[in-house]
């Protein structure tokens, strides 16, 4: 059957189904016609023309079911039967007001919420690359050989270059790395570009020259970079992001070939990339603005110790993840043999680049999916209920419908359509709950965890699950009682006097069921939020170990071009700390290399006097190290527990000392007094312990509290304070502290460090209450959400529960009159009642519990993966205390209809028929 | 007398294609030319005939124009559609092979 044949048949398909009264009007006439001709055929053979009329009727067979074949031949019956099921679906949902809006507003919450994540999943899990064929991207780790946590290490650039070597199954690799840059204030003037507006720090990467190549995207404007712009010495060029572009530089076209300064150098700008473009996606806290070329120099270029490239290539079409793994492997075993000293640890990692910065998340929202599905699923078994209920005093239109030849597959038909009109109803508007529902995600979630988040909306792909989602739904929920009542057989309804007096026994056992599962869905939902409600709040408790009330921090970062030395760093810093603490209000003023537990400490190895230098990585010889200035420990309310704090005599000069934390001295001195021992620190932890050289000792001179420098819900490591004096750095929180509010003297303080430096930008701008707050930020949003789902299944199983019962027990109010006419004590029908209650939430609280048992297994091994976070286990209280409490609901959701049906004068019960 | 064999499954459609292949007809007019050439022997209802015709229409092999008949009455003519007659000449073959084939074995003799 070629096209030709559709030319023939969809004419007719149309015609039979939008001209209806047309195509019948035409077989009225053709058949009319035909018995005309009969008639005056039979009437010239010699008959009565009404014999001759009767004998053509005769042949006919029955006019009226020639038409309805003639009819059923048109091939489009079937849609003509579901209009009329869903007019009258339409006219059902009219008549019975209540239950419509109770199953509608189930529905439209269920199939909401369900939309909301799934944008969300569709945002953080499975987003794609704004690149070319993101397919073939991969990204390259070195792995550690001897330590499998060590599964994503960065990359030695002299590794990095013996890898590109490889042609066969990589077309072609890239490298960069993060940079930051201290955007100057440039006035648009004076010829060169920039935005009038303060200083600004932006996120910069610095990448090798064909990175835009290997991704396949092109600037909008101007060029990438060519080859050689990463020459040492060169002048410096850099691409711009299109938002960078239109916020600093006002869209302006004549931007390429401009020059503008950040970090006290001049940059030439060259291009600026399409709207959309990103690059790196995930785990940055914020977007990178601008991309310089990655310059080496050839002392890095030689060196596989400094693991400072991240790594992507492009696979040639048709290589596997597994071939180039393999490929590559071997040529990291081949350099391991060349170079045991420093490769002999390292192997390679490849994974896909659409990966990245999905991992830890899949667990944990694919654990939120499955919840908000529950959730979905406890409207359905509402929906369900109500369909089941409400097909019960339909009963008898079914069996009339089956008594007139209706076929059981045609009532299934007719129940299902009924369902799926009631779902798209439902999930339409659902699907606009999901749309705000996403709004408020996005608009909840963590940036700094979750700057995917932002980027979260209903798209297409999103709207077409959620509308199959809707279908499901409908099917789901409308499939059991369709089969349930299509059962009715015609006597057995038709006999029994006005309304079923208990409901079909299969129906009655199914809305058992249906309770039950309820039942158990809610409670396994409840007890896997409650262990991490729990969790959450018990870790909330925790004593950070120091006081963030009304502390301000702010970072500033010298750009090593204009502040070259340490002295600067130190000038620079005493300075500004020197100038805050002269604001009126402000009661004092420090400086860190980091705040409390806002992660910027440097980790070096260290050994103690009368120990040697350990060369292999070791817990127990490694510290967090942070530099400071004298006010710090006032400044944060750490307390200091033995000996003295850092004084500002502590300066260039006198003897090195430091100031440990209470657990370092208990690891490296047990209960001896540490105050006056000497340590020795050797190096940074990411550089090999060759490459470290072992500085001047410094003295311990006092220990002060612990502080939860890694999170609420982390051990504390071994911290040592150093002096900022002794040790300066280029990059410094400023801390500072108010009686009040701290919010107030920012602006004071900015132009307090304008005046020693115009271009320094100021950046991280946040409370140290914020630090902290930010610190919890995803386990809470993750609380949260699991807990607003876990609460929704409890309402929806609640109303649905209820709603269910109450209709249950007014279904028997003729049964409990006959009981109780007859003498039955009203607690003896109360029993009844109860006995099938419990029997459902003791099998409901059973099966729940089998099922939240290897949930929270699950969702544990989930967290701790993802958050590297152990979820406290609630213990033998919460447990008990939610089933009981699960049970106790639903014998109050049953009790209460089934009292006031006892309140009922039994006669007017029995006459109600 | 026994009653007239009932028309072989499909066959109907087969006569209905290969009578319209001659000439477009409306329905009454078909329904006598069928009486008229395979006699008493085939009967065919008037009341099959339509639904058939229906069926064939939708199948896309005849196409149905509304024209005035022999004595200026309106009547539906059907006609053979260019599927219509590829479809008739396949059934056609068909037909052939599967009576040929019944004859040959009607031909054997018992020995």
Redesign the interface.
């Known amino acids: 059957m070629g096209m030709e044949h559709w030319f023939y048949t969809i004419p007719l398909r149309v015609r039979s189904l939008f001209r209806r009264g047309r195509v019948d009007a035409e077989l009225e006439e053709e058949l009319r016609g035909h018995i005309e001709r009969q008639t005056e055929e039979n009437v010239a053979r010699g008959m009565q023309p009404e014999e001759g009329r009767r004998a053509a009727l005769i042949a006919m067979g029955g006019l009226e079911q020639r038409k309805q074949q003639c009819r059923e031949e048109r091939r489009v019956h079937w849609i003509d039967d579901l209009g009329r099921d869903l007019v009258y679906g339409m006219r059902m949902m009219r008549r019975e007001r209540g239950l419509t809006a109770a199953a509608l507003l189930m529905l439209a919450l269920g199939i909401g919420a369900n939309t909301a994540i799934l944008s969300a999943d569709r945002a953080l899990l499975f987003h794609r690359l704004p690149y070319n064929e993101p397919g073939r991207l991969v990204e390259i780790w070195q792995k550690g050989l001897s330590d499998p946590s060590v599964d994503r290490m960065t990359v030695a650039p002299a590794n990095y270059l013996d890898w590109k070597i490889d042609g066969q199954v990589f077309e072609a690799f890239a490298a960069w790395k993060v940079t930051t840059l201290n955007l100057a204030t440039v006035n648009l003037t004076t010829g060169s570009l920039g935005g009038d507006e303060a200083p600004e720090r932006v996120l910069g990467a610095a990448v090798s020259t064909n990175l835009l190549t290997v991704l396949g995207v092109e600037p909008v404007l101007g060029r990438g970079f060519q080859a050689g712009e990463d020459t040492p010495g060169r002048g410096s060029v850099a691409i711009l992001s299109y938002g960078m572009w239109q916020r600093r530089f006002a869209g302006r076209r004549d931007v390429a070939g401009a020059t503008m300064r950040a970090n006290g150098q001049t940059y030439t700008i060259v291009g600026v990339m399409p709207e959309g473009f990103r690059f790196p996606i995930g785990y940055l806290s914020s977007e990178v603005e601008i991309w310089t070329p990655l310059v080496l120099t050839n002392v890095q270029k030689a060196s596989r110790k400094d693991i400072i490239l991240e790594v992507l290539a492009r696979l040639r079409p048709g290589v596997s993840l597994a071939q180039a793994q393999g490929s590559l492997s071997a040529v990291a075993a081949r350099l391991a043999r060349a170079y045991p000293e420093t490769n002999r640890d390292w192997g390679v990692n490849i994974m896909p680049l659409a990966d990245r910065g999905v991992g830890e998340f899949r667990g944990l929202f694919g654990l939120l999916s499955v919840a908000v599905g529950l959730v979905l699923l406890i409207a359905c078994a509402n929906v369900a209920n109500l369909l089941l209920a409400r097909g019960l005093e339909r009963q008898k239109e079914l069996t009339v419908r089956a008594a007139l030849g209706a076929k059981r597959s045609r009532l299934i038909r007719q129940l299902m359509g009924e369902g799926i009109l009631l779902s798209l109803c439902g999930g339409l508007p659902g699907i606009g709950v999901g749309w705000w529902g996403t709004r408020l995600l996005a608009w909840l979630a963590p940036a700094r965890e979750m700057p995917e988040m932002k980027h979260a909306g209903v798209d297409m792909p999103v709207l077409l699950v959620a509308l199959g989602l809707c279908l499901l739904t409908g099917v789901l929920f409308s499939v059991l009682p369709a089969l349930t009542l299509s059962r009715a057989s015609p006597q057995g309804t038709l006999q029994e006097t006005g309304r079923a007096s208990s409901g079909s026994r299969r129906a009655g056992r199914l809305k058992a069921a249906l309770v039950t599962g309820e039942v158990a869905l809610t409670l396994a939902l409840l007890l896997c939020a409650g262990d991490i409600l729990n969790s959450f709040y018990r870790y909330m408790r925790v004593d950070t170990g120091f006081d963030a009330s009304h502390v301000m921090t702010m970072r500033v970062t010298l750009p090593k071009q204009k502040y070259s030395s340490p002295g600067e760093w130190r000038t620079y810093f005493s300075r500004a700390v020197e100038e805050i603490g002269t604001i009126p209000g402000v009661t004092g003023a420090a400086a860190g290399s980091g705040a409390p537990m806002d992660g910027y400490g440097s980790v070096l190895r260290f050994h103690t006097a009368g120990r040697a230098a350990k060369v292999s990585f070791d817990e127990r010889s490694i510290t967090e190290s942070l530099g400071i200035t004298a006010g710090y420990f006032r400044v944060t309310g750490i307390e200091v527990l033995r000996g003295r704090g850092l004084l500002a005599s502590d300066t260039e000069g006198k003897p090195a000392v430091a100031v440990v934390n209470e657990t370092f001295a208990r690891t490296q001195f047990g209960d001896a007094n540490p105050v006056g021992r000497r340590i020795f620190l050797d190096g940074d932890v990411n550089e090999s312990a060759a490459a470290g050289t072992t500085g001047p000792p410094l003295e311990i001179v006092g220990v002060v509290r612990d502080i939860k420098e890694y999170g609420l819900f982390r051990t504390t490591p071994q911290m040592i304070y150093v002096s900022m004096d002794q040790d300066p750095e280029a990059s410094m929180v400023l801390l500072v502290k108010t009686p009040g509010k701290p919010e107030g003297v920012v602006a004071e303080i900015r132009s307090r460090l304008g005046r020693i430096d115009a271009d320094q930008p100021v950046y991280n701008v946040r409370s140290l209450e914020e630090v902290v707050a930010n610190e919890n930020a995803f386990f809470r949003f993750y609380t949260l959400l699991l807990s607003v789902f876990a609460v929704m299944a409890l309402l929806l199983a609640l109303i649905g529960i209820y709603a269910v019962m109450a209709w249950a027990i007014s279904q028997r109010r003729r049964e409990f009159g006959i009981r109780l006419a007859l003498g039955s004590p009203p607690h003896r029908i109360l029993a009844l009642v109860l006995r099938q209650a419990m029997r459902m939430s003791l099998i409901g609280i059973a099966v729940g519990v089998a099922l939240a048992w290897p949930t929270i297994e699950l969702l544990t091994r989930t967290v701790q993966e993802s958050m590297i976070l152990t979820l406290l286990r609630t213990g033998a209280v919460l447990y008990p205390a939610l089933c009981a409490g699960t049970g106790l609901t639903l014998l109050l959701a049953c009790v209460i209809p089934a009292r006031s049906a006892m309140g009922a004068d039994p006669m007017e019960a029995l006459r109600c028929e | 007398m026994s009653k007239p064999p009932d028309l072989v499954q499909g066959t109907l459609d087969l006569l209905i294609l290969k009578i319209l292949a001659l000439q477009p007809l409306?329905?009454?007019a078909l329904?006598q030319r069928l009486k008229q050439v395979s006699g008493d022997v085939l009967q065919v209802?008037?009341?099959?005939l339509?639904?058939a015709l229906?069926?064939l229409?939708?199948?896309?092999w005849i196409?149905a124009e509304?024209k005035p008949s022999e004595n200026n009455?309106?009547?539906?003519f059907y006609t053979l559609?260019?599927?219509g007659r590829r479809h008739l000449e396949q059934e056609a073959a068909n037909w052939d092979r599967l009576a040929a084939a019944i004859a040959s074995v009607m031909r054997l003799k018992e020995v």
């Open positions: 409306h329905g009454w329904s209802s008037d009341g099959s339509y639904p229906h069926k229409e939708q199948e896309g196409e509304w009455r309106r009547a539906k559609t260019r599927p």
